[in-house]
């Protein structure tokens, strides 16, 4: 693949904070174990285990983690830039970070219509997008890898990996795991969706992978994995660092919608898109919980920025930053700060952020090309 141009340079005010981005590798060994726990502790909603990951950081000074996409669609800010933001912050503490490009797993899953060829394109726009936004590829740390070539390639380490999770699970165990794709246990599955759990439990051992860096909606089958090492009499478990899942843009969608564009911000949306979706997203005033503008202010703006400014006419406050989230919440709780300015203030922070995608997809040809193609696939469940 060809590296992207686009990249933001560190002083570009689009560009992610310092946190965001990796640190040196001379940088990266002046990071104690305890610097290095927190930096990739701070992307996991939860951590299975904590102390197992400490201990594997004193031990290993470069740990492999593992996170895998279904290339199913235009891509959405948490695929997008919550991606970015983990990947540099687990590189910066040392991590080598090996991306799956899933696509025979996307074709068993039926997306693109069961299509390879177009799956394959929408992997190869994941791609272009991780690089344009920021993504720190330099030094190797980071590795696409397609999991069509790579199991073609060592098919005699694999099928036999898949073959024996499959036989030391019963079929009500694999069906559990089917929100890993999706799907619920009541869904008509097809034969192919029952290989899924097997064949992405056993990825991680394929990939040699110490940390399964996935969202909260991948749990499951992770912990199958580390079932799986009871069975095996394996000591050294794969650790789970499940990262928070972003809620769609309206009340009560619990997460983004690939089927219902006004759910989520994509990568490649004008500024007028953002604009729009973030003036009719659900924005409770004085209400945290379950309110997906501050939700897009934690888990994007502040990691991206380390601040948010919002401005606002004199007689309304004036215009104020904020330093923390926390010191956000508190103005909006108490009613100090309202949506009506939030938003546009939000809605300015995530273009800034886009806008190198952006400015990569309209001027570089092959990334042009590739989004054209990508808008003109119909996505389906």
Known sequence: MENSNASSSAGDENAPAESVQSLSISEQNQLSVRERFEIIRSIGEECIQEDELERLLANKPHPICYDGFEPSGRMHIAQGVMKVINVNKLTSAGCKAKIWIADWFAQLNKKMGGDLKKIQVVGQYFIEIWKAAGMNIEGGQVEFLWSSEEINKRAHEYWPLVMDIGIRNNLPRILRCCQIMGRSDQDELSASQIFYPCMQCADIFFLKADICQLGMDQR?????????????KRKNKPIILSHHMLPGLQEGQEKMSKSDPSSSIYMEDEEADVNVKIKKAFCPPKVVEKNPCLEYMKYIVFPWFNEFTVERKPENGGAKTFKTFE???????????????????????????????????????????????????????
């Open 327 to 381: 010191d956000l919440v508190a103005d909006y709780v108490s009613g100090e700060l309202h949506p009506a300015d939030l938003k546009p203030a939000l809605a300015k922070a995530i273009n800034q952020i886009l806008q190198p995608v952006r400015d990569h997809f309209n001027n570089d040809p092959k990334a042009k090309e590739l989004v054209k193609r990508v808008r003109s696939f119909k996505t389906t469940k």
């Open 220 to 232: 499951k089958v992770n912990m199958l994995a580390r079932e799986y090492c009871d069975d095996i």
